[in-house]
């Protein structure tokens, strides 16, 4: 089954039969929590992990009083406590997006793409302890809507695209403050629309790169750069032509040694099922380095790759993974890519049990353990949090 609709449509999954994994694999890929919904857990976890002390944070899709989603604290013991519950009005927003939260040493910082007053999304923040948590910004759709991504740190904030709103209901870039937006630009379609993916800030030039996931020239999405201080536009380095070239970008970007690299989630060689790309912040040196072959015709490797890339410190490595692929069960992978080569290892498949259908961007400490979620799998199919030592 190619499995790519978005989670709605992921409630009614069957059973899942895999058992994982054996006591070598144990060693080195772990389920920590396998969540259990109700009142006192979450479920479908969609975006990434936060750390927090030897501890995790996330948001889940589903799961808490009322069934809207949850801010949950995954112990490195594999229990769980629920940190909020979204309310059944939804003003203080509701559902998990595919980002993970952002922290400042003493708050953590997040987003809804469901709820608030206006139903476009909210901006919130809560103490390390679950405690004191509250609304910075309701979206009234006019300055975003829908914030979906991971949330970057620039020098003067927090910065994180909108999927629609703005003067062109085609989305936003947006730098918050505490009660309202400092700036926020639109995306007019020409330079992109609907971007689910966060942003990579570049702190010498003072500028934020991203993606679309539609529009552009062939309207498959494009790369872009942007600068407030700057003035402001959201200029194209380039736009995804389908086929080889790759096509519809969900992730993130990642900037490591001057250089931009992310993922799309369709086109590429491989038949299109994603590609591993990089490109220079002027935009030249666009370059595929990987065209996902999924598990057609005996192979096994990723398809769908929707989050972004997290560096490796520990082997130089980019990380990143996919919804599906990597073996029979077709529930997804991590894998690996050579920045300098494109030379590409899956190192870990889900099989079920252990997990299935990643779209969260991974975390990697010092000491080069990866740390991520999974939107379905574990013990009660409602997803995961999972490590894999490399």
């Known amino acids: 089954m190619k ?104 708050l953590l910082y997040g987003t809804t793409p469901f709820g608030g007053a206006d139903g476009c999304g909210t901006f919130f923040a809560l103490h390390h302890d679950g405690s004191q948590y509250g609304i910075i910004h309701t979206f009234t759709c006019a300055d975003g809507a829908f914030p979906y991504s991971d949330l970057t740190w620039g020098d003067d904030g927090l910065y994180f695209p909108t999927v629609n709103g703005g003067s062109n209901d085609l989305g936003t870039i947006n730098e918050p403050f505490e009660g309202g937006l400092d700036f926020f630009d639109s995306f007019t379609g020409s330079n992109g629309s609907k971007p689910y993916g966060g942003l990579a800030y570049d702190p010498t030039s003072l500028t934020n790169y991203g993606t679309a996931s539609a529009g552009g020239q062939a309207n498959l999405g494009t790369i872009v750069a942007n600068n407030f201080h700057g003035g402001g536009n959201i200029t194209v380095l380039h736009s995804f032509a389908g086929g080889s070239d790759g096509s519809t970008p969900y992730g993130s970007l990642l900037l490591y040694k001057n250089v931009l690299y992310g993922t799309t989630e369709l086109g590429g060689a491989g038949g299109n099922l994603g590609t591993v790309f990089r490109i220079n912040p002027d935009s030249s040196g666009y370059t595929v380095l990987h065209a996902f072959m999924g598990i057609c015709c005996g192979n096994s490797d990723g398809s769908f790759a929707f989050s972004g890339l997290t560096l490796n410190p520990k082997d130089g490595m980019l990380y990143g993974t996919t919804i599906n692929g990597g073996g029979p069960s077709d529930s997804g992978t991590i894998f690996k890519i050579d920045p300098n080569t494109g030379a590409e290892i899956v190192v870990h498949a889900f099989k079920g049990r252990d997990g299935a259908h990643p779209y969260g961007r991974l975390y990697i400490n010092a000491r080069g353990k990866v740390y991520g979620a999974t939107l379905q799998g574990g013990a009660h199919n409602l997803g995961v949090v999972f490590r894999l030592k490399t």
């Open 3 to 106: 499995f790519r609709s978005l989670p709605m449509t992921l409630l009614g999954a069957g059973a899942i039969l895999t058992i994982c994994c054996g006591s070598a694999e144990a060693r080195i890929f772990k389920v920590l929590h396998s969540f259990a919904g109700g009142s006192s857990d979450g479920a479908y976890p969609r975006g990434g992990v936060t750390p927090v002390g030897k501890d995790f944070v996330l948001t889940t899709d589903a799961g808490g009083q009322g069934n809207l989603g949850t801010i949950t604290l995954v112990r490195s013991d594999g229990s769980s406590q629920v940190f909020h519950a979204f309310t059944a009005d939804g003003n203080d927003g509701y559902g998990g997006g595919y980002g993970a939260l952002a922290d400042d040493g003493t």
